[in-house]
């Protein structure tokens, strides 16, 4: 990464700021941290932006496809659109980690907000010119989904450039909040859109979002971090192979396993709401905003909570994935719609919680010259059951009852819950010796 010639300028501006976050907050209290650092409130906002178009795209144009734009295998059609949307995460995972190990994290963040934006603002002109093809439609969701796939993880391991140690979990807190509120605004606004303004509405509204995100990290300030203490400064920095990343940190690694294989039954929900609400609950873009708004909220307060879970993560994480699969089986028993919106705000709590403990956890863990390469192969890792998930929930909805499909969901989560709960803590540092697979 290319050094700025602001950095220590900017080190300065944010330990200022620290310094007068603690003191107005007399003494222990101190100002939120998206108000005592400008930078990262800047580059938060547009993440929140991004993501939100992003979300408000991809609901939208679900809902289109099943109310208005098919008419047969409505359930393949959307599940085939959602699996275009998570593919580049997965296939260039080694692309992003090079370009965000390579490029000033600043410039490729702004370049994919930029990007993004000019991609939904041709594909607003184009609807409002005249019919859309199906086949453009799919096209501009995975050319938005590739922009995502370079703003996440670069934005991830922007983290220690923009705020101290102290402040690392607060700010994952935040980042990983902008998945709820994505999913709560994206999911309020995309089906209502789409209702009353269509897909040149939507991809407008987007554009708008994305170029906003862009302007907004143009204007912060990134400053140099220091590479870990006891590095080798002779080795080059991000030489190192994503599949070696991995190898050495086999507690991770199988972190990521058990997560991996809950997305195959968590992430179907997106395909299964638009279903569900035409099917069994006769609902329109009202409904859908509502049941979306409610995973949404759920996600959002468990992002802010995720930390008073008690517990090591991983014992905290197995029982709100057990939790998880109560929410999300119980629509496929109780067809009511209050039913079901508070079984997915308590399902949503349940993912924002298990995902801050777990990416803080990862920020100590992982090294700082790993980092990039990390957290892209961590959303490759991780997307990699998205594809698969959509397809399959999307073809079974053409043949199952969307009730049917709810409760293949809770009961596939068990199995990952249990891995979780009987996996070991990497051992301590050599001392006295403790029994076999002993724990802290």
Sequence with gaps: M????????????????????????GGSRRAP????????????LGQV???????????????????????????????????????????????????????????????AAALAGGTAGALALWAYGGDLPLATVYAAGLALATCQAFFDPCLTTSVPELVDDADIETATGFELSTQSLAGLGGALLGALTVDRAGVAGLAAGCAAAYLGAALLVAS????????????????????????RILGELPYVRRIL?????????????????????????????????????????GALVGAFTGTRVPG???????????????????????????????????????????SVRFVALFQRLVPAADKPG??????AVLGASLPVASLVFGFAGDFLSPRTLCLVQGVGLVPAACALALLRSPAPAPAAAEPAGGER
Excluded at 223 to 234: F, H, K, L, M
Excluded at 271 to 278: G, H, S
């Design 2 to 25: 290319t050094a700025s010639p602001v950095a220590e300028t900017t080190k300065t501006e944010t330990e200022t700021e620290a310094k007068t976050g603690t003191e107005t907050g």
């Design 33 to 44: 941290l998206i108000l005592r650092n400008r930078a990262f409130a800047a580059v938060w």
């Design 49 to 111: 932006l991004t993501q939100a178009a992003v979300r408000m795209f991809q609901v939208g144009v679900c809902w289109w496809i099943v109310a208005h734009a098919v008419d047969d295998a409505r359930g393949l059609a959307s599940g085939l659109f959602m699996a275009a949307c998570t593919l580049p995460a997965v296939a260039l995972a080694p692309v992003v980690a090079a370009a965000v190990a390579r490029f000033a994290h600043r410039s490729v963040l702004r370049t």
């Design 220 to 243: 912060a300030r990134f400053r140099t971090v220091a590479p870990d203490a006891g590095a080798d400064a002779s080795a080059p920095p991000g030489r190192r192979t994503l599949r």
């Design 257 to 297: 396993i058990c997560f991996t294989a809950a997305n195959l039954f968590t992430t179907a929900v997106f395909v299964v709401i638009p279903l569900y609400t035409r099917s069994v609950l006769a609902g329109g873009g009202g409904t859908v905003a509502l049941l979306e708004a409610s995973l949404g909220t």
């Design 312 to 354: 090591r993560p991983t014992v905290a994480g197995a029982y709100c994935l057990g939790l998880m699969a109560l929410a999300l089986a119980l629509p496929g028993l109780v067809a009511h719609r209050p039913v079901i919106a508070g079984c997915l705000a308590v399902a949503g709590w349940c993912a924002g919680a298990v």
């Design 374 to 379: 990390f957290f892209a192969v961590m959303q």
